[in-house]
């Protein structure tokens, strides 16, 4: 004779699925964001070797512009240093989406791949020297010249504010400023390419604090004019 399942046992497989979906989940999220964090540390690794070969070729000095409306990001793109734009997209950026979420481009001709505008969760440290607002004119840095240079942080972790130098040109300060923060696409923490170009993590909350933070950069040298 053919057993059928009464309700009562429907309810309790039921119910075990769900306790076992409970258990899993967790665990299922904690390896999804492991996997966003590894291929995030892996786009800064190869921004990285972009911006090493540029500075080979430049004695050392990351791409600058000549006022502070000029992107590094721009100047190694259309200068052949830096052609596949799918690596500025974090995978933990998950609030907002190319072409369609405001907030991660510009829609100049430059951010454009393949057609479409892409999604930048990562800005070039501004102090590096460049026309700063107001008089003050940074002198540039030789990273190979530099004191602590593993301390320095290069590209980062970061979601612009509207209106701001991060979202026209994908570049920012870090050692007087909280917007950085707000690129915590990894659980709180942030990643960070050093300038020795390598990639590590700090907390967001201790990421601009100079006294706490494995990455510091006091302000550099400036010129009055």
């Known amino acids: ?18 306790i076992l979906a409970g258990m899993l989940l ?3 999220n904690k390896a999804r964001e492991r996997s966003r964090n590894a ?10 070797l972009c911006s090493a070969i540029y500075m080979n ?17 721009r100047i190694m793109i259309e200068n052949g ?11 933990g950026d998950i609030t907002r989406t190319y072409d369609v979420t405001p907030g991660g481009y510009y829609s100049y001709s430059w951010t454009k791949y393949n057609g479409a505008y892409r999604n930048r969760s990562y800005a070039f440290q501004r102090e590096l ?14 990273l190979p010249k530099a004191e602590n240079i593993s301390s320095i942080p290069l590209i980062f972790d970061y979601e612009a504010e509207g209106k701001s130098q991060g979202f026209y040109y994908g570049y920012d300060w870090v050692s007087n400023d909280n917007r950085p923060l707000n690129g915590n696409h990894h659980a709180g923490y942030v990643n960070v390419l050093a300038g020795d170009f390598s990639v590590g993590q700090e907390k967001g909350v201790d990421y601009i604090k100079e006294d706490i933070s494995k990455y ?9 004019y």
């Not at 950069?217 to 009055?224: A, D, L």
């Open 129 to 142: 020297g460049y026309f700063y607002w107001g008089t003050k004119f940074y002198k540039p840095i030789s």
């Open 26 to 28: 967790p665990a299922l």
């Open 57 to 73: 070729d430049f004695n050392g000095f990351m791409p600058l512009g000549s006022k502070s409306d000029s992107s590094p990001w």
């Open 1 to 18: 004779m053919k057993k059928t399942f009464t309700l009562i046992e429907l309810l309790v497989v039921i119910a075990i699925i769900a």
């Open 81 to 91: 240093y830096f052609d596949n734009l799918n690596l500025w997209d974090c995978p």
């Open 39 to 48: 291929a995030c540390k892996s786009n800064l690794k190869q921004i990285g």
């Open 216 to 224: 510091s950069f006091p302000e550099p040298e400036y010129i009055e």
